[in-house]
């Protein structure tokens, strides 16, 4: 049996109430097209190959990939892609297959070392939304990040994370996993997450400029934001656009919603600098 490797976070989850849990947060109906991100030994994969029309897993690690064939290799509507999830031109890999193609939920147990760059891969940016959405995507993640993804305004994780990622899905938490259900056991404890991608999404006027206002006015969280936005908008003219806003002038970034966040931006898209 292949020894699990640090480097590319493995950590298999045993825990058979976490996985009917991520499998039941997918909510897997006839037709659906599963998205696998690094399917490991095949845990979560074998439970989606009994709800799934289909499911494509792409996996890094050749070892495994080897395990995987001689385990599933059998099952028609299961495809294996070996190779790097972040380089990954999914639709270029799977015009060959059309049973798999498009697959519409993606169901995963990711590695942690590289969850903001698969979560940027599967909803794109604000500037670049990912043009085809998913309808749903299930995550099994590091805690502290699920903590962070689904907090609301006004709380204690709501940060720029939340904003981004909330402008462009709805996030919503599942359960917590301790770190006991895997083996080895991670260093942290994990959460499953449920995303539903935006298909609208509120027009930014200048989405640089968003950015900028949202790394400014949480780069020191405790402060109020008419400090933390001192250097790109003068005081008045915050107090007046937090009015027409009605928002309270000694608001702190945290207390911002994300429709909030866009209609400041678009306000301020003429006045900020880059
Ligand atoms: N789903 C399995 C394994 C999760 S561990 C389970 O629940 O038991 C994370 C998995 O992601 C490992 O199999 C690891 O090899 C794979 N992985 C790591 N980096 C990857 C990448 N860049 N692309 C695809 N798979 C990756």
Same mark, same amino acid.
């Given at each position: 049996?292949?020894?699990?490797?640090?480097?590319?976070?493995?950590?298999?989850?045993?825990?058979?109430?976490? /996985?009917?849990?991520?499998? *039941? #947060?997918?909510?897997? +109906? &006839?037709? @659906? $097209?599963? =998205?696998?991100?690094?399917?490991?030994?095949?845990?979560?994969?074998?439970? /989606?190959?009994?709800?799934? *029309? #289909?499911?494509?897993? +792409? &996996?890094? @690690? $050749?070892? =495994?990939?080897?395990?995987?064939?001689?385990?599933?290799?059998?099952?028609?509507?299961?495809?294996?892609?070996?190779?790097?999830?972040?380089?990954?031109?999914?639709e270029?890999?799977?015009?060959?297959?059309?049973?798999?193609?498009?697959?519409?939920?993606?169901?995963?147990?990711?590695?942690?070392?590289?969850?903001?760059?698969?979560?940027?891969?599967?909803?794109?940016?604000?500037?670049?939304?990912?043009?085809?959405?998913f309808?749903v995507?299930?995550?099994?993640?590091?805690?502290?990040?699920?903590?962070?993804?689904?907090?609301?305004?006004?709380?204690?994780?709501?940060?720029?994370?939340?904003?981004?990622?909330?402008?462009?899905?709805?996030?919503?938490?599942?359960?917590?996993?301790?770190?006991?259900?895997?083996?080895?056991?991670?260093?942290?404890?994990?959460?499953?997450?449920?995303?539903?991608?935006?298909?609208?999404?509120?027009?930014?006027?200048?989405?640089?400029?968003?950015?900028?206002?949202?790394k400014?006015?949480?780069?020191?969280?405790?402060k109020?934001?008419?400090?933390?936005?001192?250097?790109?908008?003068e005081?008045?003219?915050?107090?007046?656009?937090?009015?027409?806003?009605?928002?309270?002038?000694?608001?702190?970034?945290?207390?911002?919603?994300?429709?909030?966040?866009?209609?400041?931006?678009?306000?301020?898209?003429?006045?900020?600098?880059?």
């Amino acid at each position: 049996m292949p020894q699990a490797r640090k480097q590319f976070g493995q950590h298999w989850l045993r825990s058979e109430k976490a /996985l009917q849990k991520i499998v *039941a #947060a997918a909510g897997l +109906v &006839e037709g @659906d $097209r599963v =998205l696998e991100i690094g399917p490991g030994r095949g845990a979560l994969t074998r439970p /989606l190959l009994e709800k799934a *029309a #289909a499911v494509v897993a +792409v &996996e890094i @690690d $050749r070892d =495994l990939c080897k395990l995987l064939v001689e385990k599933l290799g059998k099952i028609d509507h299961f495809l294996l892609l070996q190779g790097d999830v972040l380089s990954l031109d999914l639709e270029a890999a799977l015009a060959a297959f059309p049973d798999f193609q498009q697959p519409n939920k993606v169901v995963a147990n990711i590695p942690y070392n590289i969850t903001g760059p698969i979560l940027e891969k599967l909803l794109g940016a604000i500037a670049t939304p990912n043009p085809h959405p998913f309808d749903v995507i299930v995550l099994l993640l590091q805690k502290e990040v699920a903590l962070r993804l689904c907090a609301r305004p006004g709380s204690r994780n709501y940060g720029a994370l939340s904003v981004r990622v909330q402008y462009l899905a709805e996030c919503e938490w599942i359960c917590d996993v301790t770190a006991k259900a895997f083996q080895p056991p991670p260093k942290v404890d994990s959460a499953v997450v449920r995303l539903r991608p935006r298909q609208f999404h509120l027009p930014v006027t200048n989405v640089r400029k968003l950015e900028t206002l949202v790394k400014l006015g949480f780069a020191t969280k405790r402060k109020m934001l008419r400090n933390n936005l001192m250097s790109v908008v003068e005081r008045d003219r915050l107090n007046q656009l937090l009015e027409q806003l009605e928002i309270n002038s000694q608001a702190r970034a945290e207390d911002l919603s994300v429709e909030n966040w866009v209609a400041l931006s678009n306000q301020l898209a003429e006045e900020v600098k880059d």
